[in-house]
């Protein structure tokens, strides 16, 4: 197990998780945590959102939008419960999985609309909405992932209400940039009980999130398509 305080993520230039978590007296972490249950096949890797509260910060929450956000590091929860259960049962493959731990808040140092975050792989993100920053977290996550140079990224993420518009409360949205990976998933997905449906990943979705000021922007058009515009950004990282 690694836990990347504020000086390690610092260090490894990780901007962007740094910058969600600035408005809040706690400070973020990254953890990283590998199984290693033999082969040779390149590590499996599982990335998870930890926003332990998510108050919207500057693009602050309604009250009844805001009661339940300790919820949102569900997806954290879930890449922590994989890898503990592969290890638990012994799986014979190699497992990675990191999580980004942070605190969404409005303390004064908090990240500002119109602000540009340096994510650490480089990529430039114009800030429209501080409450679209999930994938801002996700950014540094995944791009320290994507040199470990794992056979497959699984990410798993509480992301945007998008989604429940889309689909409702009872199906998970599904996204990849790699076909036969996603059938592997959805196929474990069904043969436990649990729903999914993959949205499309179109390269039209690309021009929204573009910027005029940076690379990209962290959220699209309106709330039109909102799951695959997050989606698309969190792309950038992968490739």
């Keep these: 197990v690694e836990v990347w305080g504020e000086p390690r993520s610092t260090a490894e230039g990780c901007r962007a ?50 009661l339940d956000m300790k919820c949102d590091m569900a997806g954290a929860a879930a890449a922590l419960g994989a890898i503990a259960s592969i290890a638990a049962l012994k799986i ?20 500002k609309l119109g602000d540009v975050v340096t994510a650490r792989s480089g990529t430039t993100i114009e800030i429209h909405n501080t409450d679209a920053e999930g994938r801002v977290v996700l950014a540094d996550v995944l791009d320290v992932v994507a040199d470990l140079k794992p056979g497959c990224i699984i990410d798993a993420a509480t992301l945007t209400g998008a989604c429940m518009v889309a689909l409702g409360r009872d199906i998970a949205g599904v996204f990849t940039n790699n076909q036969s990976s996603c059938d592997v998933l959805k196929d474990a997905a069904r ?49």
Aim: aromatic letters at 6%.
């Design 17 to 66: 998780i740094l910058a969600v978590g600035a408005g809040s007296p706690k400070t973020p972490r990254l953890l990283i945590l590998r199984y290693n249950g033999g082969g040779s096949e390149k590590p499996l890797a599982l990335v998870g959102k930890g926003v332990t509260f998510d108050s919207g910060g500057l693009s602050l929450k309604p009250s009844a939008g805001m």
């Design 92 to 111: 014979p493959i190699h497992v990675v999985a990191a999580v980004g731990l942070v605190e969404n808040m409005t303390g004064g140092n908090a990240y």
């Design 191 to 239: 043969s436990v009980g649990e729903r999914v449906w993959q949205l499309p990943m179109d390269k039209d979705f690309d021009s929204q999130i573009s910027s005029n000021v940076a690379d990209i922007k962290n959220v699209g058009d309106g709330r039109l398509g909102g799951a695959i515009t997050a989606a698309k950004l969190l792309e950038r990282f992968v490739r």
